[in-house]
């Protein structure tokens, strides 16, 4: 069997400037992983990001940040481009990246849809297709989704509706890129512990989400923590390569379909 370890291999991580992107790339390097591209969006991520490439140095591996709204498709050419220039090959590519609008239905507004499919659905779609043209035979694509779209829930129908394309982009990729040896997958997490999921939340609503897991007592606070999904990342671009096309939701039992 060939070698699925992480020492040598590079990557591109979208989000990688903080919150679970950061954390994957961390545990990257700390494996021996070679070369990171760490993308942020906006300004405001920049620091963050600049300072997770300082770390990604310190613990061995070449690293460099990039900006860029990835719903635009130059943007994912570029990053692509830049870290096939920087590594000499690309082996693994994992998005975290995206938007989180929570309303009801009557108050969405098309700006907000416009928004979040661009965000969730565009860029992911046109993120696995550059992953697909550049990625070296036997690399790995995760995408980040939710487990949201396992869910009957009120207020959330954009966001999970943007990301639930996603699964049926990773299915696809999956069988048009495994004659090459790429394994493509989703993973959907519950509502995580970081900044991302309490922007749109009540203290109620922190409340229920928070108890709502089969497993919520034996978590800190009862939300999915990103210690619990970045491992996962390593598992499936490693050890976990036979799994492909697939969506996984770990979420402690928030959701099951």
């Given at each position: 069997m060939s070698n699925r370890s992480l020492k040598g291999k590079t990557a591109v991580i979208a989000g990688g400037g903080?919150?679970?992107?950061?954390?994957?790339?961390?545990?990257?390097?700390?494996?021996?992983?070679?070369?990171?591209?760490?993308?942020y969006n906006s300004d405001a991520s920049r620091a963050p990001a600049e300072r997770t490439v300082q770390e990604l140095k310190q613990l061995g591996a070449d690293a460099f940040a990039f900006q860029g709204d990835l719903a635009v498709v130059e943007n994912d050419v570029r990053l692509f481009d830049a870290a096939a220039e920087r590594f000499g090959q690309i082996d693994i590519a994992v998005n975290t990246a995206g938007v989180v609008i929570k309303k009801p239905i009557l108050e969405v507004t098309e700006d907000d849809y416009d928004r979040s499919f661009a965000a969730n659905a565009k860029a992911a779609f046109f993120f696995i297709q550059q992953a697909g043209r550049t990625l070296a035979d036997r690399g790995s694509i995760v995408t980040i989704v939710s487990s949201l779209l396992a869910a009957y829930t009120p207020f959330y129908a954009v966001y999970p509706g943007s990301k639930a394309p996603v699964e049926h982009y990773t299915r696809a990729a999956s069988k048009?890129?495994?004659e090459r040896g790429i394994s493509v997958n989703a993973i959907g997490p519950g509502p995580m512990d970081t900044p991302f999921f309490y922007g749109q939340e009540t203290p109620d609503s922190v409340a229920y989400h928070s108890s709502a897991a089969a497993l919520s007592k034996y978590s800190s606070k009862g939300l999915t923590d990103i210690g619990d999904i970045a491992p996962i990342v390593k598992f499936l671009v490693t050890d976990g390569w036979w799994i492909t096309g697939q969506t996984l939701f770990a979420n402690g039992g928030y959701t099951t379909r």
């Open positions: 903080k919150n679970l992107g950061a954390l994957i790339a961390r545990q990257f390097a700390e494996a021996g992983a070679r070369g990171i591209a760490v993308h048009e890129f495994g």
